[in-house]
């Protein structure tokens, strides 16, 4: 009884105070409001809050997709040249064509696909293409010297950490150079076609220099792209891990490409 008392009397005097009305208002908006309030959507919020992981550890993440990618790509075509499968493979027709075919419908599927499919197809997806590009990869433990490849697979990696490591440090916004760096790759498709049906010559070590030049970019760019994916689907813990896979082809692509040219430019033949 005291403490309804003394309760119905601090109401009283907050009345006298605020004005009856006045006073009678505020209350309930005060109970509205907490009325409205749920405690389970505060909880999980806080939860995922608490949960959500780091920029700097997304970005880890991605770096470890991406070596994961090359260490399938390393294994199968190392398993492949040493092996001597690959002279089983190409006693098949069309086989490297084949392989090349599936290696683009693969990019094709998870670019058009990446939103719709789980990370659990998205990790398929992207290390199918790694062990298949190991299948393409295979031929080069045969036609180039192994200690040349360790030396430019080194050098790559010297500069493919400096611009990566660049792009992240400095916080690089780079989509202004993304129409360059389109129009260096559809340049270097259409060199690599003509190629295909007739020597370049000298014209050979131009085109290395200009793929090195477009991929260095790339891998600046893409660097950088990893810090926007993950401003925008960071909400989404699904989606995050997908677009870290993506990131982690796009990065592995880069890589790879790199590493041909170089190879191409300084790589020695047996």
Same mark, same amino acid.
């Given at each position: 009884?005291?403490?309804? $008392?003394?309760?119905? %009397?601090?109401?009283?005097?907050?009345? /006298?105070?605020?004005?009856?009305?006045?006073?009678? /208002?505020?209350?309930?908006?005060?109970?509205?409001?907490? /009325?409205?309030?749920? &405690?389970?959507?505060?909880?999980?919020?806080?939860?995922?809050?608490?949960?959500?992981?780091?920029?700097?550890?997304?970005?880890?993440?991605? #770096?470890?997709?991406?070596?994961?990618?090359?260490?399938?790509?390393?294994?199968?075509?190392?398993?492949? !040249?040493?092996? !001597?499968? $690959? #002279?089983?493979?190409? @006693?098949?027709?069309?086989?490297?064509?084949?392989?090349?075919?599936?290696?683009?419908?693969?990019?094709? *599927?998870?670019? &058009?696909? =990446?939103?719709?499919?789980?990370?659990?197809?998205?990790?398929?997806?992207?290390?199918?293409?790694?062990?298949?590009? !190991?299948?393409?990869?295979?031929?080069?433990? =045969?036609?180039?010297?192994?200690?040349?490849? =360790? *030396?430019?697979?080194?050098?790559?990696?010297?500069?493919?950490?400096?611009?990566?490591?660049? &792009?992240?440090?400095?916080?690089?916004?780079?989509? %202004?150079?993304?129409?360059?760096?389109?129009?260096?790759?559809?340049?270097?498709?259409?060199?690599?076609?003509?190629?295909?049906?007739?020597?370049?010559?000298?014209?050979?070590?131009?085109?290395?220099? *200009?793929?090195?030049?477009?991929?260095?970019?790339?891998?600046?760019? +893409?660097?950088?792209?990893?810090?926007?994916? #993950?401003?925008?689907?960071?909400? +989404?813990?699904?989606?995050?891990?997908?677009?870290?896979?993506?990131? &982690?082809? @796009?990065? #592995? *692509?880069?890589?790879? /490409?790199?590493?041909?040219? =170089?190879?191409?430019?300084?790589?020695?033949?047996?």
């Amino acid at each position: 009884m005291a403490n309804e $008392w003394n309760h119905d %009397s601090y109401q009283k005097q907050q009345q /006298n105070n605020y004005g009856g009305e006045s006073y009678t /208002n505020f209350e309930e908006q005060m109970n509205n409001s907490f /009325n409205g309030y749920d &405690a389970g959507e505060f909880t999980k919020a806080a939860y995922e809050a608490q949960t959500r992981e780091s920029l700097s550890t997304y970005t880890a993440k991605t #770096y470890l997709w991406m070596f994961a990618g090359l260490l399938v790509t390393f294994l199968v075509s190392a398993g492949i !040249g040493y092996t !001597g499968a $690959w #002279y089983s493979l190409i @006693q098949v027709p069309g086989i490297m064509i084949a392989v090349l075919i599936a290696e683009l419908a693969v990019v094709i *599927l998870m670019s &058009a696909m =990446i939103r719709k499919m789980s990370p659990a197809a998205a990790a398929a997806c992207f290390f199918t293409y790694a062990a298949l590009t !190991g299948v393409t990869f295979s031929l080069y433990f =045969i036609v180039y010297d192994l200690y040349s490849m =360790i *030396l430019v697979f080194v050098a790559t990696a010297m500069f493919f950490g400096l611009l990566a490591g660049a &792009a992240l440090v400095f916080k690089l916004q780079l989509d %202004s150079i993304r129409p360059f760096l389109f129009g260096g790759l559809i340049l270097l498709i259409v060199f690599g076609l003509l190629s295909m049906f007739m020597g370049l010559g000298a014209f050979d070590t131009v085109i290395c220099y *200009l793929g090195i030049a477009v991929f260095l970019g790339y891998t600046a760019y +893409d660097t950088a792209k990893i810090r926007d994916y #993950y401003a925008y689907y960071r909400s +989404d813990a699904a989606m995050l891990k997908k677009a870290s896979i993506f990131s &982690a082809l @796009q990065l #592995y *692509l880069d890589f790879v /490409n790199l590493f041909l040219y =170089i190879l191409r430019l300084l790589g020695k033949k047996k």
